[in-house]
């Protein structure tokens, strides 16, 4: 496709999309729930024909010598599409917010005035690798009575067709229009760059990717964008705290998973446990290889630990995502200096304090400037299918509108309605 070709082309999609979504968003909860069963149902069909066509991906992308975390992203496993099967199913066992009235006050004029929950409209999605997002996007597309333009990565293609095509079906079955979940089929970037500068038909976009293509595209977009920069997620062991519970979350915050964006980056540990603490974690990393970059006081505790990679930790360090087995390792003075250091170098997306002191869990959770907060708890639950949404379209690190994991609601807005007996404005 030529630049007229693609911005034609781009246009089309749009206009499909305005149109379809004045059907969405006037569909029943069971046409809506008919279409996502449906989808489950197609996608444990398909399995292995879904899995055929994400050969293709997986083996060009190993071809162009993409790294393993990246390819492991690209992977549509079986049990990755029972997750998304059952992310549908689980979207389709939740109410239907949209039409929700809230907040109904009567006014001394006589006038009732309230909020509805009514959907966006349209939504644009740029994303990377993640064929899976396919799916999620689209699931809760359809729940939130939007319409939706999925763009996903070139190395995903041929999966993302075959995913977006089940939808098609599904929306079909269901007697939705098939334009309300489109998949753009061309991995030339012009049509990224169309499809942010369209606010005649695109309401919102979120991108959902590295750094650089998120910044990329917040400062080119002539619409609203829901902003996810990076994930990096701090734990922090406090004094008092239960050690042997800490090294089992702290453990699993690090290495159940390197690449997701939920995963630990940065562990800091109180001076008053430091001692009796490090090296039992440090153990745990140096038997999965995991390269601890540390502050001088915990390189210290850690240099006597068998095997372990320790290597002095630099500035940089304590902002990075590694999304790889390496690890920031900090000493503090106490919760205090804790979330001074969480607020000044994290990302906003998840951070987690382990400690059996119930105000200092409280003074965490009310200082800590993140999406997710958590006590007691693995970062790795900051997701929308762990929180109960049936799906998440990304985790927002914004503060306006959504925030944290982007369900349902996160996909919808408020507006104001009245209700009135003939009442004037004296």
Wanted: charged residues 20%; glycine residues 8%; contains cysteine.
């Amino acid at each position: 496709m030529n630049a007229l070709n693609i911005a034609e082309y781009m246009q089309t999609l749009g206009l499909q999309a305005k149109q379809a979504s004045a059907q969405m968003a006037k569909a029943s909860a069971a046409t809506k729930n008919k279409a996502l069963l449906a989808l489950a149902r197609l996608l444990r069909a398909q399995t292995e024909a879904l899995q055929a066509d994400n050969a293709k991906d997986l083996e060009r992308a190993v071809a162009n010598g993409l790294s393993a975390p990246m390819v492991d992203r690209l992977r549509l496993s079986p049990k990755v599409l029972e997750t998304c099967a059952q992310g549908c199913e689980q979207l389709a066992a939740m109410p239907d917010v949209i039409g929700e009235v809230l907040g109904m006050k009567q006014m001394p004029s006589g006038i009732r005035v309230g909020q509805m929950r009514v959907p966006i409209g349209v939504f644009g999605m740029i994303y990377e690798s993640r064929p899976n997002v396919t799916i999620e996007a689209a699931s809760l597309s359809i729940k939130s009575g939007n319409a939706c333009i999925l763009r996903g990565g070139s190395e995903a293609i041929e999966s993302n067709k075959a995913l977006a095509a089940l939808v098609a079906q599904a929306l079909a079955e269901a007697g939705l229009p098939a334009q309300a979940v489109q998949l753009v089929q061309t991995t030339d970037r012009e049509a990224v760059g169309q499809l942010i500068a369209m606010p005649a038909f695109v309401d919102v976009i979120i991108p959902r990717g590295g750094k650089g293509l998120i910044e990329r595209i917040s400062r080119d977009a002539k619409v609203p964008v829901i902003k996810h920069l990076d994930g990096n997620c701090h734990t922090y062991v406090d004094d008092p705290c239960d050690l042997d519970m800490a090294l089992k979350v702290v453990e699993n915050a690090k290495t159940q998973k390197y690449s997701p964006c939920n995963a630990t980056e940065s562990l800091l540990v109180a001076r008053g446990v430091a001692a009796s603490f490090l090296p039992r974690i440090g153990a745990v990393f140096a038997a999965k290889d995991v390269e601890m970059r540390c502050d001088t006081e915990s390189l210290a505790l850690l240099k006597t630990v068998q095997g372990a990679r320790t290597v002095q930790a630099q500035e940089q360090d304590w902002s990075e995502e590694y999304l790889a087995p390496i690890i920031s390792i900090k000493v503090v003075a106490g919760v205090d200096e804790a979330i001074a250091h969480i607020n000044q170098y994290s990302s906003h997306h998840t951070e987690a304090i382990l400690t059996r002191d119930h105000m200092h869990a409280q003074q965490f959770l009310r200082e800590v400037d993140s999406a997710s907060v958590m006590v007691n708890a693995s970062t790795r639950f900051a997701d929308g299918f762990e929180f109960g949404l049936g799906a998440e379209i990304g985790i927002s690190t914004d503060k306006f509108h959504a925030r944290g994991p982007v369900g349902i609601e996160g996909l919808t807005s408020l507006k104001y309605i009245v209700l009135g007996e003939g009442e004037v404005r004296g």
